[in-house]
């Protein structure tokens, strides 16, 4: 157990729908970051938070944006599915911000979202 | 663009065998260097990782790594797996400002066969 959890474990939707994923950070970080893991790759990075701003970005449209919250607990937000948005989605957090160097990400078991 | 190279998409081994995955990262400057493991319906976890010092690092359940700076390169190995090692591996860069993310590679399964 790494202490991130993300919730719902499995989602399906519909092409063109909006979907929420979330994700609660390990007790004491306050960096978080979201990837995608299509089927048979490695996870690509979407976005980092770190103290609720936006810290880094990966390769992706506008339609994915992501909240941090005060506790660090963190959103991700899809708009207008598409079906290659069908992925997993892995949190991980980490106790350092910027640089995040010389430290360690833990994930959590991911969300699996298919979309139809 | 950074990118991290893994030779070997599926590796098929019998128990007892030793182990080897390649890893190449493309990147000049100060790296951290990581190895995950991802067992059927289970996250991610940190095998080894490599911030300084020593390049030869040992991980958990017998796994080590060497990294070697010079062949940007970083590759894992073990003298004997065992059928519970069956799992994807992946081999994962975080480079000196950069934001923090981690690159990954597109992984190599690991199928040990008892």
């Known amino acids: 157990e790494t202490g991130v959890t993300q919730s719902p474990t499995h989602l399906i939707k519909t092409r063109g729908q909006q979907v929420t994923l979330r994700c609660s950070s390990q007790s004491g970080h306050n960096t978080v970051s979201w990837y995608q893991q299509a089927l048979g790759q490695g996870p690509q990075f979407i976005f980092q938070?770190?103290?609720?701003?936006?810290?880094g970005r990966g390769n992706f449209p506008p339609r994915f944006s992501g909240l941090q919250f005060p506790n660090y607990s963190s959103e991700l937000n899809v708009n207008a599915l598409e079906l290659d948005d069908s992925a997993l989605y892995l949190c991980?957090?980490?106790?350092?911000?910027?640089?995040?160097?010389?430290?360690?990400?833990?994930f959590g078991q991911g969300t699996r979202l298919t979309v139809v | 663009a950074q990118s991290v190279s893994q030779h070997n998409h599926h590796v098929i081994l019998s128990e007892a065998a030793s182990l080897e995955l390649g890893c190449n990262y493309s990147y000049g400057g100060t790296v951290n260097l990581f190895w995950y493991v991802q067992y059927p319906g289970q996250h991610l976890q940190l095998l080894l990782k490599y911030f300084s010092g020593d390049p030869l690092v040992k991980g958990i359940k017998g796994f080590e790594a060497e990294f070697i700076k010079s062949k940007f390169s970083f590759n894992l190995r073990k003298p004997s797996v065992q059928w519970s090692d069956t799992a994807e591996y992946f081999c994962?860069?975080?480079?000196?400002?950069?934001?923090?993310?981690?690159?990954f590679g597109q992984g190599t399964e690991l199928s040990v066969k008892p």
């Open positions: 938070y770190y103290r609720e701003e936006e810290n």
């Open positions: 991980a957090s980490s106790g350092k911000g910027t640089a995040m160097l010389n430290t360690e990400a833990f």
């Open positions: 994962a860069v975080n480079a000196h400002n950069q934001g923090g993310k981690l690159i």
